[in-house]
């Protein structure tokens, strides 16, 4: 086997997070998964090589978590970003206050983590960073508006930073999953997700983490998972008219 990457994902105690800190831990990779929840962490502890508290909202905590794992395993691998969060509701029903949270765990978390990790990769000229974004980061969906502006927002932000380290040895990736059955909607406020998309399957967190784990091997600039979510995406990029006359039609706010 070769030698065992350093893999280290934000937001691993629950959803997506924990599920790709299991794909990378049965790849045979050492991975350390963070998050906020102690009693969650401490389930992820048994399946990971390490578990640690992370806030990706606090600099502090960053700071600490981060220079933890390089003082342990001296570099980092696999840098993956999928700690987020969710809103659901109207433009006229957010709060700035509510915007800017948003923005403070889906984009600056990603920046702050990155900040402190980058360096070491860079001296080891080698490691790949995936920002976990979403098809919400490509297009809009009705009272989703704080989540695609933060999603967006990470999309441009990865970008220029993958324009940055060209020639570097490091790697962007983002992966924009699709809805995912896992309790986002529900921590969204979006209590009827699955009756409002009856007969909509969605993906698993596990499929989304072996999707992950092949994006890090793969390194591509950005990976639409899915087949339904790389339909409309590719639509609403060549003909976005059309996907506003299904929703009129439909009546259906979240094609």
């Known amino acids: 086997m070769s030698e065992q990457r350093v893999v280290l994902i934000t937001g691993a105690s629950s959803g997506i997070g924990?599920?790709?800190?299991?794909?990378?831990?049965?790849?045979?990779?050492?991975?350390?998964?963070?998050?906020?929840?102690?009693?969650?962490?401490?389930?992820?502890?048994?399946?990971?090589?390490?578990?640690?508290?992370?806030?990706?909202?606090?600099?502090?905590?960053?700071?600490?978590?981060?220079?933890?794992?390089?003082?342990?395993?001296?570099?980092?691998?696999?840098l993956v970003l999928n700690a987020g969060q969710g809103h659901f509701a109207g433009t006229m029903e957010t709060s700035p206050e509510e915007i800017a949270e948003l923005?403070?765990?889906?984009?600056?978390?990603?920046?702050?983590?990155?900040?402190?990790?980058?360096?070491?990769?860079?001296?080891?000229?080698?490691?790949?960073?995936?920002?976990?974004?979403?098809?919400?980061?490509?297009?809009?969906?009705?009272?989703?508006?704080?989540?695609?502006?933060?999603?967006?927002?990470?999309?441009?932000?990865?970008?220029?930073?993958?324009?940055?380290?060209?020639?570097?040895?490091?790697?962007?990736?983002?992966?924009?999953?699709?809805?995912?059955?896992t309790p986002f909607f529900v921590n969204a406020g979006y209590m009827t997700f699955k009756e409002d998309h009856e007969g909509l399957e969605l993906m698993s967190a596990e499929q989304v983490g072996a999707y992950i784990v092949e994006a890090a091997r793969e390194r591509p600039r950005i990976r639409v998972l899915g087949a339904r979510a790389r339909l409309l995406e590719g639509l609403n990029r060549v003909a976005p008219g059309a996907l506003e006359w299904i929703r009129r039609k439909s009546g259906k706010i979240g094609v």
Request: charged share 15%.
């Open 103 to 181: 923005m403070d765990v889906n984009l600056l978390g990603a920046h702050r983590v990155t900040q402190q990790v980058l360096p070491a990769m860079l001296k080891a000229k080698s490691g790949v960073i995936l920002p976990v974004s979403s098809v919400a980061g490509l297009r809009a969906y009705p009272r989703h508006g704080a989540y695609c502006a933060s999603k967006h927002a990470l999309i441009g932000w990865a970008e220029a930073l993958r324009c940055e380290l060209l020639g570097s040895g490091v790697d962007v990736s983002v992966i924009c999953p699709p809805a995912v059955d």
């Open 18 to 78: 924990y599920q790709t800190a299991l794909a990378f831990s049965a790849h045979g990779d050492l991975v350390v998964g963070t998050g906020r929840d102690q009693e969650r962490l401490a389930a992820l502890a048994e399946h990971v090589d390490l578990a640690l508290t992370m806030d990706v909202t606090d600099s502090v905590s960053v700071q600490a978590a981060c220079a933890a794992v390089l003082g342990r395993y001296g570099r980092v691998d696999v």
